[in-house]
């Protein structure tokens, strides 16, 4: 079975402030995806990333960065020079990569980020 | 491309009643996948459409029901609503092939069961 662990519930930084999410997984899938989605209060889910298990190459897009190890089964976010616009919930998901088994995310908690000004 | 829609946003329903709920994808997407958000359980996969049949299905009574369109457009059905039924439902959508492809959700719809 899969799941995804996100053990930080709720995270408050000061504005320019840099912060990491942790997201472990686990999954007896050799081949795997990792996502990364963010909900604001509007409540949509809005993608952020995705990254395969074979594919350990960290990615930064803007302030946004990514770092996984299979090692350790993370996949880790962090937000380099935080700002109020980053507050929301912030969801790490797993799905399975073998063909036909279809879309089924499984989601961790998620992270509740509160940026102060 | 217009994102994935859903309607209704929101809905009050009462104990024992039905309820539908609608789900356009994004053009071109043929899988659609629901999801159930509650302050308890989190995030929930509900069940996964792809080409009008069902393809995945999460564990939720069989209350929870499902179909697809020939467009793609999804609905989900919700007899017998109970109190726990309370949530954020939530659609998303995808080209279909497998696991590895992103799935882009919509706005969800506020379901309120008094």
């Known amino acids: 079975a899969q799941k995804v662990t996100q053990a930080q519930t709720e995270i408050s930084v000061v504005e320019k402030e840099d912060v990491t999410l942790d997201c472990v997984y686990e999954t007896r899938d050799t081949t795997y995806y990792l996502f990364w989605y963010k909900q604001p209060p509007s409540g949509e889910l809005v993608f952020l990333i995705r990254?395969?298990?074979?594919?350990?190459q960290n990615e930064i897009s803007g302030r946004y960065s990514w770092n996984f190890q299979k090692s350790t089964s993370s996949f880790n976010f962090t937000i380099t020079a935080s700002q109020v616009v980053d507050s929301a919930v912030y969801f790490c998901?797993?799905?399975?990569?073998?063909?036909?088994?279809?879309?089924?995310?499984?989601f961790g908690g998620g992270t509740r980020l509160m940026v102060k000004p | 491309k217009a994102g994935v829609t859903q309607t209704p946003r929101y809905l009050i329903k009462t104990r024992g009643q039905q309820v539908t709920l609608s789900c356009s994808p994004i053009s071109g997407h043929r899988s659609v996948s629901w999801y159930q958000q509650t302050p308890g359980q989190g995030l929930q996969f509900l069940f996964e459409?792809?080409?009008?049949?069902?393809?995945n299905k999460g564990n939720f009574p069989g209350r929870f029901s499902g179909r697809q369109f020939s467009n793609s457009r999804s609905e989900m059905n919700v007899s017998t609503l109970e109190l726990g039924d309370s949530a954020l439902y939530l659609c998303?959508?995808?080209?279909?092939?497998?696991?590895?492809?992103?799935?882009?959700f919509g706005p969800g719809t506020r379901l309120l069961v008094l």
């Open positions: 998901a797993l799905s399975e990569g073998r063909r036909n088994a279809g879309n089924m995310l499984t």
């Open positions: 459409y792809f080409s009008e049949t069902q393809r």
């Open positions: 998303a959508s995808s080209a279909g092939l497998a696991g590895e492809e992103t799935q882009y």
């Open positions: 990254r395969n298990s074979f594919d350990e």
